[in-house]
């Protein structure tokens, strides 16, 4: 007990001593900048164990497939329960350990923002990558994004708190600590600074800039150190594929439209989730519908990075493997199926991560783009006998999807670039996100708003 007291007061009196030379007028920004390191290290850290603790959990979800007593006869059947089982066990996470709501992680950071409360519990600095790679680990289709920007939020507010940051710091400090986590997660620097300063849209001064980005630096080269220095998604083509201009602005249309029918599906399942009276029946009515989806298209499980990397590299074949659709089919049919991927994978991705689960949308959203532009490459040689270049398709088409889902079209150049590593394919995917992002916003403005004079207000029935 005494070596433990002591202990605490020799950390008090270094905090003690850091804060007054950091109080010090002509070295604020010097511990700021520091401070900010630090903090995207710990980030960095977290996505490392978040990507850690879904590789565990899956390992273990399979373990239990091959494993288990009960023995059927096909054991990717499984596969229909796998989901419902990690969002049960992540809403109870939730509920008993976490003791709050991580469903939709991002909009949370949004609202602590909004709100002036700049005290995010010590708790979401772990949790979060828990709970998320529990619903992953299990089956889960969706991203690990959300969660870890919000733990890395939590730290960098925690760490602010500690050192005595007043509440303009604590602000600053939530949006450094996303950026830094998607910055980790991604092993993206800049996505991480354009996430806080285009997803969360904080104004920043050129100081707290800098630090955002030393920490997203801080938290991506954390996460090279432990993962290695592999791309999570590596473009292996080079540059033997070329797109003419005119169709990367079609195939940036292409994606706007489909941009919209994926926002149209998340919003009617969110609003139907919501809506339940009794919570149990979003929680298993998600998981079921996302276990089905699984059943039948099992590179939906968790984030896919290893079946986008298949798409970007020619291999679309694969995207079909170990389903009940796993066959040969004609050009017609294989078209068929994708386009149906696609509505499903917007299906399952609301399913994973608003019925209960804990996890991101940044992932899925790339994942669509990737099987959206290898359609697009297949339907142009079907109907026009044009052979594009469907990989080449692919990588441009997940600029174009994140943009017009995400809303966020600059976070999507930079972060497919540095992602696959093709940098020199940066114009088309900018000119792809920028169409895409211009339609659906062209969209969104002209549709009438609810209650205004042009559309009458329904009525309610009490």
Same mark, same amino acid.
């Given at each position: 007990?005494?070596?433990?007291? /002591?202990?605490?007061?020799? &950390?008090?009196?270094?905090?003690?001593? &850091? #804060?007054?030379?950091?109080?010090?007028?002509?070295?604020?920004?010097?511990?700021?900048?520091?401070?900010?390191?630090?903090?995207?290290?710990?980030?960095?850290?977290?996505?490392?164990?978040?990507?850690?603790?879904?590789?565990?959990?899956?390992?273990?979800?399979?373990?239990?497939?091959?494993?288990?007593?009960?023995?059927?006869?096909?054991? !990717?059947?499984?596969?229909?329960?796998?989901?419902?089982?990690?969002?049960?066990?992540?809403?109870?996470?939730? #509920?008993?350990?976490?003791?709050?709501?991580?469903?939709?992680?991002?909009?949370?950071? #949004? !609202? +602590?923002?909004?709100?002036?409360?700049?005290? &995010?519990?010590?708790?979401?600095?772990?949790?979060?990558?828990?709970?998320?790679?529990?619903?992953?680990?299990?089956?889960?289709?969706?991203?690990?994004?959300? $969660?870890?920007?919000?733990?890395?939020?939590?730290?960098?507010?925690?760490?602010?708190?500690?050192?005595?940051?007043?509440?303009?710091?604590?602000?600053?400090?939530?949006?450094?600590?996303?950026?830094?986590? &998607?910055?980790?997660?991604?092993?993206?620097?800049?996505?991480?600074?354009?996430?806080?300063?285009?997803?969360?849209?904080?104004?920043?001064?050129?100081?707290?800039?800098?630090?955002?980005?030393?920490?997203?630096?801080?938290?991506?080269?954390?996460?090279?150190?432990?993962?290695?220095?592999?791309?999570?998604?590596?473009?292996?083509?080079?540059?033997?594929?070329?797109?003419?201009?005119?169709?990367?602005?079609?195939?940036?249309? =292409? /994606?706007? %439209?489909?941009?919209?029918? +994926?926002?149209?599906?998340?919003?009617?399942?969110?609003?139907?989730?919501?809506?339940?009276?009794?919570?149990?029946?979003?929680?298993?009515?998600?998981?079921?519908?996302?276990?089905?989806?699984?059943?039948? =298209?099992?590179?939906?499980?968790?984030?896919?990075?290893?079946?986008?990397?298949?798409?970007?590299?020619?291999?679309?074949?694969?995207?079909?493997?170990?389903?009940?659709?796993?066959?040969?089919?004609?050009?017609?049919?294989?078209?068929?199926?994708?386009?149906? %991927?696609?509505?499903? #994978?917007?299906?399952?991705?609301?399913?994973?991560?608003?019925?209960?689960?804990?996890?991101?949308?940044?992932?899925?959203?790339?994942?669509?783009?990737?099987?959206?532009?290898?359609?697009?490459?297949?339907?142009?040689?079907?109907?026009?006998?044009?052979?594009?270049?469907?990989?080449? /398709?692919?990588?441009?088409?997940?600029?174009?999807?994140?943009?017009?889902?995400?809303?966020?079209?600059?976070?999507?150049?930079?972060?497919?670039?540095?992602?696959?590593?093709?940098? !020199?394919?940066?114009?088309?995917?900018?000119? /792809?996100?920028?169409?895409?992002?211009?339609?659906?916003?062209?969209?969104?403005?002209?549709?009438?708003?609810?209650?205004? $004079?042009?559309?009458?207000?329904?009525?309610?029935?009490?």
């Amino acid at each position: 007990m005494h070596y433990e007291l /002591c202990i605490m007061n020799w &950390i008090k009196d270094i905090s003690d001593k &850091i #804060k007054a030379w950091g109080a010090k007028k002509e070295n604020v920004n010097t511990f700021i900048l520091a401070f900010s390191c630090i903090v995207g290290c710990l980030a960095g850290f977290g996505a490392f164990l978040l990507k850690r603790a879904i590789h565990f959990v899956s390992l273990f979800a399979h373990w239990i497939m091959n494993k288990a007593p009960l023995e059927w006869e096909h054991a !990717e059947w499984w596969l229909l329960i796998l989901p419902l089982v990690g969002i049960l066990i992540a809403v109870a996470w939730q #509920k008993w350990i976490a003791r709050g709501n991580m469903v939709d992680s991002t909009e949370h950071i #949004k !609202e +602590y923002l909004a709100s002036k409360n700049y005290d &995010i519990p010590a708790r979401m600095t772990f949790n979060p990558i828990a709970a998320c790679g529990i619903t992953l680990g299990f089956g889960g289709s969706a991203g690990a994004e959300g $969660p870890i920007a919000y733990a890395g939020a939590a730290i960098g507010n925690k760490l602010g708190r500690l050192f005595g940051f007043d509440d303009n710091m604590l602000r600053i400090m939530i949006g450094i600590g996303a950026g830094a986590g &998607i910055a980790g997660i991604f092993k993206s620097p800049i996505a991480g600074v354009l996430f806080t300063l285009e997803v969360l849209r904080m104004n920043m001064a050129a100081i707290p800039v800098t630090a955002l980005i030393l920490a997203s630096v801080a938290a991506s080269v954390s996460c090279y150190a432990f993962t290695g220095t592999h791309l999570y998604l590596p473009y292996s083509l080079g540059e033997t594929h070329t797109l003419p201009i005119h169709w990367v602005i079609l195939l940036g249309l =292409f /994606c706007g %439209l489909y941009s919209m029918l +994926y926002n149209w599906i998340t919003a009617t399942m969110q609003k139907f989730f919501n809506s339940r009276e009794h919570q149990w029946v979003s929680w298993v009515s998600g998981g079921l519908i996302a276990g089905i989806i699984l059943l039948m =298209f099992p590179s939906m499980y968790g984030e896919g990075y290893p079946e986008m990397t298949k798409l970007i590299n020619g291999n679309y074949n694969d995207i079909l493997a170990g389903g009940p659709l796993d066959e040969t089919p004609d050009t017609v049919r294989f078209i068929v199926v994708l386009a149906l %991927l696609l509505v499903l #994978k917007a299906l399952a991705t609301v399913c994973s991560n608003s019925a209960g689960g804990v996890a991101g949308s940044f992932a899925p959203t790339l994942f669509a783009g990737a099987v959206a532009g290898t359609l697009f490459a297949l339907l142009v040689r079907h109907w026009f006998g044009i052979d594009l270049p469907a990989p080449l /398709c692919a990588m441009i088409a997940m600029g174009g999807a994140f943009a017009g889902i995400i809303k966020a079209p600059v976070m999507s150049i930079f972060l497919i670039s540095e992602m696959t590593g093709a940098t !020199e394919y940066i114009l088309p995917i900018c000119i /792809c996100a920028l169409v895409s992002f211009t339609l659906v916003k062209v969209v969104a403005t002209k549709k009438p708003q609810k209650g205004s $004079p042009t559309t009458p207000t329904p009525k309610t029935s009490n």
